[in-house]
Nanobody
Framework: QVQLVESGGGLVQAGGSLRLSCAAS????????MGWYRQAPGKQRELVAA???????NYADSVKGRFTISRDNAKNTVYLQMNSLKPEDTAVYFC?????????????????WGQGTQVTVSS
């Protein structure tokens, strides 16, 4: 089993920045892919960004150039630096992890989810 614990959410004004962190624990040697998804009220959960243990990344078009995903393999932690935040970025952000890249980076079916952290961007 793998446990994922997110932190760093909060309330920020439009144009501001936040940094999310997700620490993994448990049987983590099997984890290749980690990423972030978000779900706004009344909408489906969507991929924000994903990263492999080797550093390959994938981003949603809506966040390219504003968000940066990174990973510290020694600390088993993935980060999401969010800049130039917009009200439409308001959502619950979930950390995700899986041995298979496609399940995190493409299909949206990771084996492990965090509990979620709220990000609210005011206009």
């Amino acid at each position: 089993q793998v446990q994922l614990v997110e932190s760093g959410g909060g309330l920020v004004q439009a144009g501001g920045s936040l940094r999310l962190s997700c620490a993994a624990s448990g049987i983590i040697f099997s984890i290749n892919a980690m990423g972030w998804y978000r779900q706004a009220p009344g909408k489906q959960r969507e991929l924000v960004a994903a990263i492999t243990s080797g550093g390959s990344t994938n981003y949603a078009d809506s966040v390219k150039g504003r968000f940066t995903i990174s990973r510290d393999n020694a600390k088993n932690t993935v980060y999401l630096q969010m800049n130039s935040l917009k009200p439409e970025d308001t959502a619950v952000y979930f950390c995700a992890a899986d041995p298979a890249w496609v399940r995190v980076g493409v299909a949206g079916t990771p084996g492990y989810w965090g509990q979620g952290t709220q990000v609210t961007v005011s206009s």
